[in-house]
């Protein structure tokens, strides 16, 4: 069954700082891997989608990068700032499910 | 992208009552899913609703808990029924186009007493 792990946790930087959030799965033969972004007590907003035929994909300040042989992707924030305090999340498409990872919180101290 | 609507947006019942979440999308979407998020926790998957029969239940979750009805491609809905305070959380709604890019509602917190 696919595993879905995303360290750290939580992290807190100050704001400006260029960052980068982890996530790593088991089983390498996935379709796709999205990235979302969940403010507290809400729901999901999509983030970026990588096919598994993708090496990276890029939005404003969000570069997302996927090395699948070695079940891994960066999600890479540049110029952080306090609105990019939020839990991102990663998904996994294996088989017909998807699978999620735990999340890392950021916090961007003002 | 699709715009998806969740009703209610929050709620809080009593035990042993049921609550029906409506989820409604601005286009036909092949896929359509039900997450439960409990407190500082990851999403987990709950079923699958299909448009016109029965949805596909994840283990550890039931028809008989959680009745699904998928009418059209556009809107599904989720009862949580005979509630108890185990089953806060939020619950969301989530579409995807032939299980591609998945978009998910504003979710639906539900506090039960």
């Known amino acids: 069954k696919q595993e879905v792990t995303q360290i750290p946790a939580a992290l807190s930087v100050p704001e400006g700082e260029n960052l980068v959030l982890n996530c790593s799965f088991t089983?390498?033969?996935?379709?796709?891997l999205q990235w979302f972004r969940q403010d507290p007590g809400k729901g999901l907003t999509s983030l970026l989608l990588?096919?598994?035929?993708?090496r990276e994909q890029t939005s404003g300040r969000l570069n997302a990068s996927l090395d699948k042989s070695s079940g891994r992707s960066t999600l890479y924030i540049a110029a952080s700032q306090p609105g990019d305090s939020a839990t991102y999340l990663c998904?996994?498409?294996?088989?017909?499910?998807?699978?999620f990872g735990t999340g890392t919180s950021l916090t961007v101290i003002p | 992208s699709a715009v998806i609507s969740q009703k209610p947006s929050r709620d809080i019942c009593q035990r042993g009552t049921s609550l029906t979440i409506q989820c409604q999308v601005d286009?036909?979407?092949?896929?359509m899913f039900w997450y439960r998020q409990q407190p500082g926790q990851s999403l987990t998957l709950i079923a699958t609703?299909?448009?016109?029969?029965?949805?596909?239940?994840e283990s550890g979750f039931v028809i008989d808990k959680f009745p699904i009805s998928r009418p059209n491609l556009t809107f599904s809905t989720l009862t949580v029924s005979n509630m108890s305070p185990e089953d806060s959380s939020i619950y969301l709604c989530?579409?995807?186009?032939?299980?591609?890019?998945?978009?998910f509602g504003p979710g639906t917190r539900l506090t039960v007493l």
């Open positions: 989530s579409v995807a186009i032939y299980y591609n890019e998945q978009f």
């Open positions: 089983d390498s033969a996935i379709y796709n």
């Open positions: 990588i096919q598994s035929s993708q």
């Open positions: 998904a996994v498409l294996t088989g017909n499910q998807f699978y």
């Open positions: 286009s036909q979407v092949t896929m």
């Open positions: 609703a299909n448009q016109g029969s029965e949805a596909t239940y």
